[in-house]
């Protein structure tokens, strides 16, 4: 059944990002909206939902460990390896003409983030406060889509000879509902399984949070960048990635730490937070020189990921318990 729930859920999560690309863009088309707005609100809503889900219920059940690190190990995966493979199959564009701004934002998100968490516990008012945040930096996203920049007549050409994009407004909304309920719940069937398989071997709740659950939250964002880099949008990959990092640390630390208090480990402190931040940063010289990210920097984002991945594992160890009940 554990191993079921692991291809069933991601069976579900690759159709529900290919519904959620095929219905934003239609919906981009049909209201004049650039695709990079569309990646930072609609998509980046729909792919940080698992992380919300998973967040509330660990902190609900006295496992801060994995709600903060299912939080923290999403960012860290969105960069190194939602934008790492990708790469390596196809170069992902950095020229969205708010990327330098809203990278920007993510950072400082990010370094505010790390300053609260450095208080031990995240409260009330500071998930208000990423909130109020969260709302204010859609409304700027949305009133500078108003302004029109050329954006999104320039990306028009990669929506040419693509025949299988809904047509009617009702039809880009039901997909874009429909590929929100699947990722989802893909990524709930992948979790569960996930958690059951990696418990087996004794592994630790923050390990968990930041590995295997992290891996299968992020799951929703790495399939809908999958299927933009491979229809050539890149603007959906790079704008799908940073407006999930900013929904992840705003949208769900803010809400779930609005509604109870959320303990922050120490071993998250000490060394993934800045893992997190340091992510975010290598990002910094693609944006301002609007550089593609190409396969090499594809293939170090993917291997710097694994040895991510690695590090969790050698520095906690995998206990025997497994071994021993067999």
């Known amino acids: 059944m554990m191993y079921a729930l692991l291809a069933g859920g991601f069976i579900i999560l690759l159709v529900g990002g290919d519904f959620m690309v095929r219905g ?11 695709p990079l707005v569309i990646g930072l609100t609609i998509i980046a809503l729909g792919t940080s939902a698992p992380e919300f889900v998973v967040s509330l219920k660990s902190v609900m ?9 299912n939080v923290v190990g999403s960012n860290i995966a969105n960069i190194l390896l939602v934008l790492g493979l990708p790469a390596i199959i196809f170069p992902i564009a950095c020229s969205g003409s708010s990327l330098n701004r809203d990278n920007l934002v993510m950072i400082l998100t990010s370094v505010l983030f790390i300053i609260f968490c450095w208080q031990g516990v995240l409260v009330t008012w500071q998930g208000a406060l ?58 709930q069937m992948l979790v569960i399984g996930a958690i059951d398989i990696a418990r087996i071997f004794g ?17 929703p964002e790495l399939t809908t960048s999958l299927v933009a880099a491979m229809r050539k949008h890149a603007d959906v990959a790079i704008g799908n990635v940073v407006g999930s990092n900013l929904f992840n640390i705003l949208g769900v630390i803010g809400a779930t730490s609005v509604l109870m208090p959320v303990p922050v480990p120490q ?49 906690h160890g995998i206990s025997l318990a497994f071994l021993d009940s067999q």
């Open 203 to 219: 592994v630790s709740e923050a390990v968990i949070g930041l590995t295997v659950v992290a891996l299968g939250t992020s799951l």
């Open 267 to 315: 071993e998250v402190l000490d060394f993934d937070l800045w893992i997190m931040l340091a992510a975010s940063l290598a990002l910094v010289p693609f944006v301002l020189r609007r550089a593609p990210i190409g396969r090499v920097a594809g293939i170090a984002f993917t291997l710097a990921y694994l040895a991510y991945i690695g590090s969790q594992f050698s520095d």
């Open 24 to 34: 934003a863009v239609a919906l981009a088309q049909k209201l004049d909206v650039p």
């Open 61 to 69: 059940n006295d496992a801060p460990g994995l709600a903060i690190g």
């Open 130 to 187: 990423f909130l109020v945040l969260l709302a204010a930096f859609l409304i700027h996203a949305y009133r500078a889509a108003l302004k029109g920049d050329g954006e999104f007549a320039e990306a028009e050409d990669d929506f040419d000879g693509i025949s299988s994009f809904p047509t009617s407004l009702g039809t880009a909304i039901f997909m874009i509902a429909a590929g929100m309920g699947g990722l989802i719940a893909g990524a």
